[in-house]
């Protein structure tokens, strides 16, 4: 076996393509992402065997004064981490290249399941991967902590529906009252369309981060990343449309075809609760959408979600909505819709990309978030957590007073 510094992109692309576990942050493209999107140093390294690539992994560097930088490895690397002579070799080669490369320390966090959880995330019996975790350590790795919430670089829990499950069974585990908002959206005349722009997209995300106090990235980076994903169709972004003047003519149709009947006494005594319940939502639809009647005389975009895939899943990333679309239910419908979509396309699993661990917390509104996603039924996961490979460990304890400093001296 050779360790390789740099692999091509046609031999890194088509060994993580053949690999069904790989996770789009360790795709080629996802590199080139970071390198437009935030300046980071895109490296492709690997193992061949037989001239033939066995083990490869994008590590983003990050550079730092004194002629040093520091790596990432976002969800770890592309390998068969029970092939314990392979994962040996592997990591022999990374610490020759950190040394090569100056480097003070690799983070990794490996896309791996843990253990199995309860909805509690407490373990319960069943399948884990406690072998691979010792493993790191046993190579040098420092564990950094079974973090719940987000205080690492990517969420160490998620929420992954098995696409091999037949439409009834999946259907079957979401939530009925999620259903149930889905099947409402359908009443506002809302098309689900699939965009190759960006800018919308960003213009609502921008609304959700000040309502949810977050920060969002620039213009920049989305169509930097829309671009290289795109480039190997490996991105969507499904946009929710609606008609407010289509909405308000229907609307006012039904209102009147109701009110008519309530005069003609055709309504019978039993269904005059829900009857009257159907006016004040008709009357409440026609107060929020009257104003946006001739404003959007084709369409409004209401709600936009991007979503990233590798040839075998499907990840949903981030998602901006207004207004109307809350009031449309239209974040619920492009998440349905997404899935379905993965579900058609053949996709292995559909991952919602990141929950806590603390389901309880009450830090923001992450706890809101995480019951979202768990409305879907999908499975409950635990991610190993982060490990670092240091090469200089002096320096690995002072880097964060020195960045520090250098961040202050830079403004």
Not at 373 to 398: M, Q, T
């Amino acid at each position: 076996m050779k360790f390789i510094s740099s692999l091509t992109k046609e031999e890194y692309t088509n060994f993580f393509n053949s690999f069904a576990p790989a996770h789009f942050l360790q795709s080629y493209e996802s590199g080139q992402t970071q390198k437009m999107g935030r300046g980071l140093i895109p490296c492709y390294v690997g193992v061949k065997e037989k001239n033939q690539v066995v083990a490869c992994a994008l590590l983003l560097k990050r550079k730092t004064p004194l002629n040093m930088c520091y790596f990432y490895a976002p969800r770890g690397f592309v390998i068969d981490y029970h092939n314990q002579k392979l994962f040996e070799f592997f990591v022999a080669g990374l610490k020759d290249f950190l040394k090569q490369e100056n480097a003070i320390y690799l983070k990794v966090d490996p896309g791996v399941k843990y253990q199995d959880i309860d909805s509690e995330a407490k373990r319960i019996e069943g399948e884990n991967n406690h072998d691979i975790f010792n493993s790191f350590l046993d190579l040098g790795f420092i564990h950094k902590g079974f973090y719940k919430l987000y205080e690492g670089n990517q969420p160490r829990y998620t929420i992954r529906i098995d696409l091999h499950q037949d439409l009834v069974t999946i259907n079957k585990n979401i939530s009925k009252t999620f259903m149930k908002t889905v099947k409402r959206s359908y009443n506002y005349d809302m098309e689900i369309k699939l965009a190759k722009e960006v800018k919308t997209f960003h213009e609502l995300t921008q609304n959700n981060a000040q309502k949810d106090n977050f920060s969002a990235y620039n213009l920049d980076y989305y169509q930097a990343f829309y671009d290289n994903f795109a480039k190997e169709n490996h991105v969507k972004i499904f946009n929710a449309l609606i008609y407010p003047d289509k909405i308000i003519k229907k609307t006012k149709e039904e209102l009147a075809n109701l009110k008519n009947k309530l005069a003609n006494k055709e309504i019978p005594e039993k269904k005059m609760a829900d009857t009257n319940n159907l006016i004040k939502r008709y009357e409440k639809d026609l107060e929020t959408f009257l104003p946006y009647e001739k404003k959007f005389p084709k369409g409004k975009v209401v709600c936009s979600l991007i979503c990233s895939y590798t040839d075998h899943a499907a990840w949903t990333l981030y998602i901006g909505n207004d207004t109307l679309g809350t009031y449309t239910f239209s974040v619920n419908r492009c998440y349905y819709e997404a899935l379905l979509d993965a579900k058609k396309q053949g996709y292995d699993f559909y991952d919602l990309f990141g929950t806590i661990g603390d389901v309880h917390t009450t830090y923001k509104n992450l706890a809101g978030l995480h019951e979202f996603k768990r409305k879907f039924g999908g499975e409950y996961i635990e991610f190993l957590g982060e490990f670092d490979l240091v090469n200089k460990p002096i320096w690995y304890k002072v880097l964060p007073t020195l960045l520090k400093i250098y961040r202050k001296l830079k403004r």
